[in-house]
């Protein structure tokens, strides 16, 4: 009886499924930004001065970042921009930066990247470049991020005796539809935390017209004010 019970329990486990283990990823592969679990970032940018002769514009360069975080030049292609003398001054930026390779499952491996670099003479710096899809402070992009709708701001009830004002500046990103991204709200000034998960509600529930760069919609990292007055009596 005892034996007929160890070869039950042999058979059922050599009848276990095997766990599923992903390949590891291909070195040779390209993969798109959308696939990689880390995504590349800028590591260090040379200084470019302001093309003489160039005016004011946007060059967009799609290119492939090795797994070493280099560009390859022979995979960089012009999506957006025809000033020749800006094409010309963005391709050797983009070639001479240094970028953090993107990563699949912990490994490097190459990433196709588009690179939008701004060309303005009236800004400091003059010359700006990112990566399509990061997330742009609002002092760098030409608009910022305007709520559009939303619920009204609610007056916390416990507050209502007391009858306190508050501001509470609460940060959050917004993403290229105008929607508050999931996990990006907090609070980065307060008056008085009573206020704060109010605060946090309102523009966590808010609709805004998105950032753009380079009349692109572009996720901006966004400070909205919240102003608490107790509401008036009847």
Same mark, same amino acid.
């Given at each position: 009886m005892r034996r007929a019970?160890?070869?039950g329990v042999v058979l059922a486990t050599g009848c276990a499924p095997t766990p599923f283990v992903p390949p590891p990823p291909s070195p040779q592969r390209v993969y798109g930004v959308s696939e990689v679990d880390e995504r590349p970032e800028i590591v260090m940018m040379p200084p470019l001065p302001y093309p003489a002769g160039g005016g004011d514009g946007v060059i967009v360069i799609r $290119? =492939?970042?090795d797994s070493a975080g280099n560009p390859e030049p022979a995979t960089a292609v012009i999506e957006q921009g025809t000033d020749s003398l800006l094409v010309a001054a963005a391709r050797a930026l983009v070639a001479s930066t240094l970028f953090r390779p993107g990563r699949v499952?912990?490994? $490097? =491996?190459?990433t196709l990247v588009e690179v939008p670099v701004e060309f303005s003479a009236a800004s400091m710096p003059p010359v700006t470049l990112h990566i399509a899809g990061d997330v742009y402070r609002e002092a760098e992009v030409r608009e910022r991020p305007h709520r559009t709708s939303g619920?009204?701001?609610?007056?916390?009830?416990?507050?209502l005796l007391s009858r306190t004002s508050g501001r509470v500046i609460v940060e959050a990103v917004i993403d290229t539809t105008g929607r508050?991204?999931?996990?990006t709200v907090r609070v980065i000034e307060s008056s008085d935390a009573r206020f704060n998960q109010a605060a946090k509600d309102y523009v966590r529930a808010a609709r805004f017209t998105p950032g753009r760069f380079a009349g692109r919609p572009v996720r901006v990292r966004?400070?909205?004010p919240v102003e608490f007055k107790p509401p008036t009596r009847n």
């Open positions: 019970a160890l070869i $290119v =492939v970042i499952r912990g490994r $490097v =491996v190459q619920p009204a701001l609610a007056y916390p009830a416990p507050l508050v991204e999931d996990g966004f400070e909205m």
